[in-house]
């Protein structure tokens, strides 16, 4: 799918910029590989984001069930049995919660089970709470009150960060049509004013000033990325 996304952009930006088949066939390995690998990331980021907020429900509710008396390994059942309720049994943190429960039945440890969980989610908010995790059940504290506030911590992280999500909501929309603007700036005035931009695909000169406009948009695409660019 977005290797045919990277193929429409490449022959609107050949299109717009060069009028020419050649510029189209250099742009073509951009679009069907240099596309799908830089959504790969923000997918990533996507995917990582929700599995965090899932995963805040998760701890919240293994928290409520260590409060009720529950021994850990219980806890993360019941969590477990209560995910199935509240995602579905497909859901990502169902899903690994479940992978963590059939290997506490094989008798491993649930904060090493924990701990891989966290490595593979590239969750800094899970890494935290899986190391909080391992230290209070080595230490033998009070593993109730510990999960209990740093699972407090975590919700208070995810709520910033949902919070900044949504004051630059409108700036990120604002930023997918500016984005556009070049491409319908050109095209209007092409096809209103038809060989108003010859000059620009049949000269040297002209190829070189197009050239520098789409270097310079480009980097202004990534720039405006890298300020609206939220990390969790």
Request: net charge positive.
């Amino acid at each position: 799918m977005y290797g045919g996304t990277g193929v429409f952009v490449c022959g609107l930006s050949a299109y717009t910029f060069y009028r020419s088949m050649t510029a189209f066939l250099l742009f073509l390995p951009f679009g069907l590989i240099g596309w799908p690998l830089s959504r790969r990331s923000a997918l990533a980021a996507e995917r990582r984001w929700k599995l965090t907020r899932q995963f805040k429900d998760a701890i919240g509710s293994l928290s409520s069930f260590l409060g009720a008396g529950y021994s850990v390994e219980n806890a993360v059942f019941a969590a477990t049995d209560e995910l199935v309720h509240l995602y579905g049994a497909s859901a990502m943190i169902t899903e690994e919660f479940a992978l963590i429960g059939r290997q506490i039945r094989l008798n491993k440890p649930a904060e090493l089970m924990l701990s891989d969980f966290a490595r593979r989610s590239g969750s800094e908010e899970i890494r935290n709470f899986a190391e909080v995790f391992r230290i209070a059940r080595k230490s033998g504290g009070e593993l109730c009150s510990i999960i209990a506030h740093t699972t407090s911590v975590i919700g208070d992280r995810i709520a910033v960060t949902e919070e900044i999500k949504n004051l630059t909501a409108a700036r990120r929309y604002e930023q997918k049509i500016m984005n556009l603007m070049p491409f319908a700036i050109i095209l209007y005035i092409d096809f209103s004013s038809e060989g108003f931009f010859d000059i620009m695909y049949q000269t040297l000169a002209g190829r070189a000033v197009m050239t520098a406009c789409l270097l310079c948009y480009a980097f202004a695409c990534m720039l405006s990325q890298k300020i609206l660019a939220i990390r969790f």
